[in-house]
């Protein structure tokens, strides 16, 4: 056992000599190995032992055993404990997701607040038979390469010294050594998937290939080196479809599948969101054929006009409108607006060197007292000065190609649903500067931090 951490140690570059390792300790047989194996080592890579363990709050008494049992293993190896009590079921229902996806973010929360305390790594006790399990779960998910890869040694601060070394083996070091171990009565029902795949599947697959982590393993490997080749085709083909707004929606159907598919994956990861296999195609439709798709809550992929862009859509929020007010700088959607009332001679000098002051300047004398500085209604429409074609805002929008994520932020000065003024975009007919104007009005944006 000891000989196989060493391996993984020294292959993946887990460790450097001096480290805090915090080992995510739950009571089991793997993760008391773990724990037990990095003591053994502790002399030689200079290491500093800890352990943090998660009170999950769902399993009674039998969790508060798990606690005290750590705690006690701790003592006897002489390393730091650390421990959390959470409420799982109720954290879940707060987040609208499962109780074992919510267990894990609790977890490795914890273990990053606690790494980040002691400028730690943090090793799970993940092991061969793990990466089978998830193998076979992201199997049948319909997962692509990335999926099957596994579970990686080394993630950021996360390392998996136990990813050589499979169930059976920590079971036998725990022996071996005389350590106690408890075992998760969760484990040993069929509720969760995981427990179905290591309950009913991975037995007769064993029976097929009794070596089945060790091959499971090297196809993970074998994988893992494909898929960092065809991320780094990725990461050069996003570079090369690269657009203003996002990515050219031609560019990205040109690209090999497998690339394609890591492309999109690499852009969901910005909204720490692992795409389904059914999500990469219904992307790759929309990229095709334009449209919108939502992936997760408020998460969107949307392509139109040629562009394609994964975006986060905030709930709508209410923006106060702010009146004409010469002495006041007007502050809407976090940005802050420049008043500025001067006569027509210094507005002809300005527009010889400012450009676009006609787009930012009105007839200050036609300008209602009732206008106000807000975001776009339903009803909205304007006559540009320089079109001298009415259009609802809406459809002004679409035809300027202001992505739709973006609309009701972009600020309007409007008379009830008739606009006069739209930012970076123009003034209405009615109030542009004339021959006859005799006061201008100049909207420019300033700097909010001034």
Same mark, same amino acid.
């Given at each position: 056992?000891?000989?196989?951490?060493?391996?993984?140690?020294?292959?993946?570059?887990?460790?450097?000599?001096?480290? =805090?390792?915090?080992?995510?300790?739950?009571?089991?047989?793997?993760?008391?190995?773990?724990?037990?194996?990095?003591?053994?080592?502790?002399?030689?890579?200079?290491?500093?032992?800890?352990?943090?363990?998660?009170?999950?709050?769902?399993?009674?008494?039998?969790?508060?055993?798990?606690?005290?049992?750590?705690?006690?293993?701790?003592?006897?190896?002489?390393?730091?404990?650390?421990?959390?009590?959470?409420?799982?079921?109720?954290?879940?229902?707060?987040?609208?997701?499962?109780?074992?996806?919510?267990?894990?973010?609790?977890?490795? #929360?914890?273990?990053? #607040?606690?790494?980040?305390?002691?400028?730690?790594?943090?090793?799970?006790?993940?092991?061969?038979?793990?990466?089978?399990?998830?193998?076979?779960?992201?199997?049948?998910?319909?997962?692509?390469?990335?999926?099957?890869?596994?579970?990686?040694?080394?993630?950021?601060?996360?390392?998996?010294?136990?990813?050589?070394?499979?169930?059976?083996?920590?079971?036998?070091?725990?022996?071996?050594?005389?350590? /106690?171990?408890?075992?998760?009565?969760?484990?040993?029902?069929?509720?969760?998937?995981?427990?179905?795949?290591?309950?009913?599947?991975?037995?007769?697959?064993?029976?097929?290939?009794? &070596?089945?982590?060790?091959?499971?393993?090297? $196809?993970?490997?074998?994988?893992?080196?494909?898929?960092?080749?065809?991320?780094?085709? @990725?990461? =050069?083909?996003?570079?090369?479809?690269?657009?203003?707004?996002?990515? &050219?929606?031609?560019?990205?159907?040109?690209?090999?599948?497998?690339?394609?598919? @890591?492309?999109?994956?690499?852009?969901?990861?910005?909204?720490?969101?692992?795409?389904?296999?059914?999500?990469?195609?219904?992307?790759?439709?929309? !990229?095709?054929?334009?449209?919108?798709?939502?992936?997760?809550?408020?998460?969107?992929?949307?392509?139109?006009?040629?562009?394609?862009?994964?975006?986060?859509?905030?709930?709508?929020?209410?923006?106060?409108? =702010?009146?004409?007010?010469?002495?006041? &700088?007007?502050?809407?959607?976090?940005?802050?607006?420049?008043?500025?009332?001067?006569?027509?001679?210094?507005?002809? /000098?300005?527009?010889?060197?400012?450009?676009?002051?006609?787009?930012?300047?009105? /007839?200050?004398?036609?300008?209602?007292?009732?206008?106000?500085?807000?975001?776009?209604?339903?009803?909205?429409?304007?006559?540009?000065?320089?079109?001298?074609?009415?259009?609802?805002?809406?459809?002004?929008? =679409?035809? $300027?190609?202001?992505?739709?994520?973006?609309?009701?932020?972009? !600020?309007?000065?409007?008379?009830?649903?008739?606009?006069?003024?739209?930012?970076?975009?123009?003034?209405?007919?009615?109030?542009?500067?004339?021959?006859?104007?005799?006061?201008?009005?100049?909207?420019?944006?300033?700097?909010?931090?001034?």
């Amino acid at each position: 056992m000891v000989n196989k951490v060493i391996k993984a140690v020294e292959k993946f570059n887990m460790l450097s000599f001096g480290d =805090t390792v915090i080992v995510g300790l739950s009571g089991g047989a793997d993760s008391c190995a773990l724990l037990a194996v990095l003591c053994e080592l502790r002399e030689k890579y200079g290491l500093r032992v800890c352990a943090c363990h998660v009170n999950h709050g769902l399993r009674g008494s039998e969790a508060d055993r798990d606690e005290e049992f750590s705690r006690r293993l701790c003592m006897e190896y002489s390393a730091d404990f650390f421990v959390l009590h959470a409420d799982i079921n109720e954290l879940a229902k707060q987040r609208h997701i499962g109780t074992e996806q919510c267990g894990r973010e609790v977890r490795y #929360s914890f273990f990053e #607040s606690k790494a980040n305390e002691l400028g730690a790594k943090i090793a799970t006790a993940h092991t061969a038979s793990d990466n089978v399990e998830t193998v076979l779960f992201n199997l049948a998910r319909g997962s692509g390469i990335a999926g099957l890869c596994g579970i990686p040694p080394v993630r950021d601060n996360i390392i998996r010294p136990l990813i050589f070394a499979d169930r059976a083996q920590t079971e036998a070091y725990c022996r071996e050594k005389g350590i /106690d171990y408890v075992t998760d009565s969760t484990n040993l029902t069929r509720e969760y998937s995981r427990n179905k795949l290591r309950l009913d599947a991975v037995p007769v697959l064993r029976e097929i290939n009794p &070596s089945l982590e060790e091959a499971v393993c090297g $196809l993970s490997q074998r994988l893992r080196e494909a898929e960092e080749y065809i991320s780094a085709s @990725a990461v =050069t083909a996003l570079e090369h479809a690269r657009v203003k707004g996002g990515y &050219s929606a031609e560019k990205l159907s040109e690209m090999p599948e497998a690339v394609f598919s @890591a492309a999109v994956r690499r852009l969901c990861g910005e909204f720490t969101m692992i795409p389904e296999a059914r999500h990469i195609e219904l992307i790759r439709k929309i !990229v095709y054929n334009g449209g919108a798709v939502e992936l997760k809550s408020r998460i969107y992929a949307i392509s139109s006009q040629g562009i394609f862009r994964i975006v986060k859509r905030s709930e709508r929020e209410e923006y106060p409108e =702010t009146g004409l007010d010469l002495s006041v &700088s007007p502050v809407i959607c976090n940005k802050r607006f420049k008043l500025e009332l001067i006569n027509i001679d210094e507005f002809n /000098d300005r527009k010889k060197v400012e450009k676009n002051l006609f787009d930012n300047s009105l /007839d200050y004398d036609t300008i209602p007292l009732t206008s106000v500085f807000r975001t776009r209604k339903s009803g909205d429409s304007i006559t540009l000065s320089r079109r001298n074609v009415t259009k609802s805002v809406k459809k002004l929008f =679409t035809e $300027l190609k202001v992505p739709a994520e973006q609309r009701d932020e972009v !600020v309007l000065l409007a008379n009830e649903s008739r606009v006069l003024w739209i930012e970076d975009t123009g003034v209405c007919m009615e109030c542009a500067v004339k021959n006859n104007t005799k006061n201008v009005l100049v909207i420019s944006r300033q700097d909010i931090s001034k």
